[in-house]
């Protein structure tokens, strides 16, 4: 025996094209509403988890630009400010600091570097102090530097696939053409830390003639300090400015929320417009079958019956196109991270776009929600068809 | 299924009128016409002559400027009976089957899906039985895998018949039923009718323009003008 929903299918395979290209218009939209959700709820995650696991909760640098700063904490940056060394003595003094590192980055052009050069960063650290505060980080060969002034090097674990290097062989710095050797390479974290080059802060100085400064200096405070209030007395220090995690969180969020508000409407016009070309199939669909509307109610079905078989035929597009779409961005999500982690100016490590079950269900819903919406229209039309009226048209 | 040779259909002095911009055409003038239960009667008459309009309005589907259409004693249409979609769909699902010139099959449903139609909006029981049973009886139960497309115009006539009859309605309505077939195949429609009366003792009105075929009925009914002009 045959059922309305079986019927409401295969009217659908009638004009295939055209149900195929609405399904692929709402599997669009919901394709980048996905997307979308999922870039959401990942990048704020892998945010959270990046400053989480810097291993200190503020970062004081020179005066400059507070976005510079932020990029410093996190993704390492040139050009920087320099801040005398003795600041760290100073602050290390304060009652609410448990432990402080001093950090010097410097980068230099390596024309040997890809196809067309490029630079890379060397992370001064200091030997007594970093490793306890990234306590969390583990070797996959070697350990930390054996003095506090080797002419050695920590290799993250990308860097160390870059630069083609293991526990043993020697780095040379370009443009100082001093030769370093690498003594430690470190497990994967999906931190920064896997594209960093540890030196020791001494020989950074040495090496690059910054004897005494620093670019940052990495604060960890004890459990119960008011982190507001010490932040507050940070800036009374001259010449310096202090980056906190939520700082530097707020500072990110906001600019990426700016980005993520027009794509959020770019992402709802797209689907009004597909509800848009929803009503206007399933409409063209209803005018072209007025007299079988018409035989169907003469064979008996009722006003709620053609309402229902009309709904349920805006309903299954709906639906496929959701769950088609939902599916698609499941399996572009790899492609997506990479297009966005192109085109935004930072980006966390670690999974940028985070689709899970609840998301793609919601998203279906919420698709097969708008069905509802604009099948709504068409339905009622196509109920209100005198059966008369509508095999009448035939001859019309 | 109706058996005594009582009256089933009664229609009194119906009259039909259309505006076409200031001009009010009469499609039906002052007719009426009683039909008894398991009569075969045609109408004929010239294109524009009101067959049609009769018989949308005998089957409920459209309803008159004025008289009365009385089903089975109880008048359903007429003055101080309001027009009532819900109250006809009632009456047209149990009491009536359509056929029509173009047969109007869904061609993505097979023909045995084509049959079983009306069931996918209503329930009746036993009507697994009466479809498969039906088909038999029209000579289409070897085509019921196919689609519409792979049928000819006889066949798919014969399934539009099938599809009309599968709710056991008292009354067949057929408005040119043999318009798109030769002339083979219209005998075998004509055929087909009378043994579907003589079986089942149902109700058949038909209109056509072929007066050969007309034979097939009991009573033949001719119209000119919206006015009955012989029966």
Redesign the interface.
């Known amino acids: ?4 929903y ?2 409401a299918y ?2 659908l ?2 004009k295939r094209t055209r149900s195929i290209l609405t399904v692929f218009g709402i599997a669009l939209a919901a394709w980048v509403l996905v997307s979308l959700l999922g870039f959401n709820a990942g990048y704020e995650l892998s945010l959270s988890r990046d400053i989480d696991s810097l291993g200190y909760q503020i970062l004081v640098t020179a005066k400059g630009c507070p976005y510079e700063a932020a990029t410093l904490m996190l993704k390492g940056g040139t050009g920087l400010r320099y801040m005398p060394q003795s600041i760290a003595e100073q602050i290390k003094k304060e009652p609410e600091v448990e432990d402080v590192t001093p950090m010097l980055m410097q980068a230099v052009f390596d024309p040997n570097k890809g196809e067309s050069g490029g630079y890379s960063a060397y992370l001064g650290v200091d030997p007594a102090t970093f490793p306890k505060m990234k306590s969390f980080l583990q070797f996959k060969q070697g350990g930390w530097f054996t003095a506090p002034d080797a002419f050695e090097a920590v290799l993250g674990y990308e860097a160390a696939e870059l630069e083609q290097r293991e526990v043993g062989d020697l780095l040379l710095i370009a443009e100082k053409e001093v030769e370093v050797k690498v003594v430690g390479v470190l497990k994967r974290t999906g931190t920064q830390d896997d594209g960093t080059i540890f030196l020791p802060l001494k020989t950074v100085q040495q090496i690059f003639g910054t004897d005494n400064k620093l670019t940052g200096l990495g604060i960890k405070l004890k459990k119960d300090a008011n982190l507001a209030q010490f932040e507050e007395k940070m800036y009374q220090l001259p010449d310096v400015q202090v980056v906190s995690l939520t700082q530097v969180k707020q500072t990110i969020m906001t600019l990426v929320s700016t980005a993520r508000v027009m794509v959020f409407s770019i992402a709802v016009i797209a689907v009004l417009i597909s509800a848009v070309g929803v009503i206007n199939t399933v409409l063209m669909s209803v005018m072209e079958r007025r ?2 509307i018409g ?9 709620g ?1 053609i309402f229902t078989l009309i709904w349920l035929e805006t309903m299954l597009l709906c639906a496929a196109g959701g769950v088609v779409g939902a599916a698609c961005a499941v399996a572009t999500s790899t492609m997506t991270d990479v297009f966005i982690r192109r085109i935004l100016p930072y980006s966390p490590s670690g999974g940028l776009v985070r689709i899970n079950p609840q998301l793609v269900v919601l998203t279906v819903i919420a698709v097969i929600f708008i069905g509802l919406l604009s099948g709504a229209y068409p339905s009622w039309k196509a109920c209100r068809l ?3 009226e509508a ?1 009448r048209s ?1 001859e019309e | 299924m109706v058996q005594d040779r009582g009256v089933i259909i009664q229609a009194e002095h119906l009259t039909k009128t259309y505006h076409r911009g200031s001009e009010i055409i009469a499609a039906l003038n002052d007719v009426s016409l009683s039909i008894t239960a398991g009569e075969i009667v045609a109408c004929v008459g010239p294109s524009g002559s009101g067959k049609t309009t009769l018989l949308n309005i005998l089957g409920c589907l459209d309803n008159p400027t004025s008289g009365r259409i009385i089903l089975a004693e109880k008048t359903v249409m007429g003055e101080r009976v309001p027009f009532r979609e819900q109250a006809l769909t009632k009456i047209r699902r149990e009491m009536f089957g359509y056929v029509f010139q173009k047969f109007y099959l869904i061609p993505t449903l097979t023909v045995e899906e084509n049959v079983v139609l009306p069931f996918a909006f209503f329930k009746k029981p036993g009507a697994e039985a009466a479809a498969a049973s039906l088909m038999q009886q029209v000579g289409i139960e070897h085509r019921k895998h196919h689609l519409p497309g792979q049928l000819s115009g006889g066949e798919m006539q014969r399934v539009a018949i099938a599809r009309a009859l599968v709710n056991k309605p008292t009354v067949l309505l057929a408005d040119e039923p043999t318009g798109n077939l030769d002339t083979t195949r219209t005998d075998e429609i004509g055929a087909l009718f009378r043994k579907l009366r003589d079986a089942q003792g149902l109700t058949i009105v038909l209109v056509t323009h072929n007066l050969k075929f007309a034979k097939i009925a009991d009573r033949i009914v001719e119209l000119r003008d919206g006015k009955i002009q012989a029966s």
């Open positions: 025996m045959i059922t309305i079986q019927v295969k009217n395979l009638r007299q079988e035989i169907l109610k003469a064979l008996g079905a009722t006003a019956d005198r059966p008369i095999i035939q």
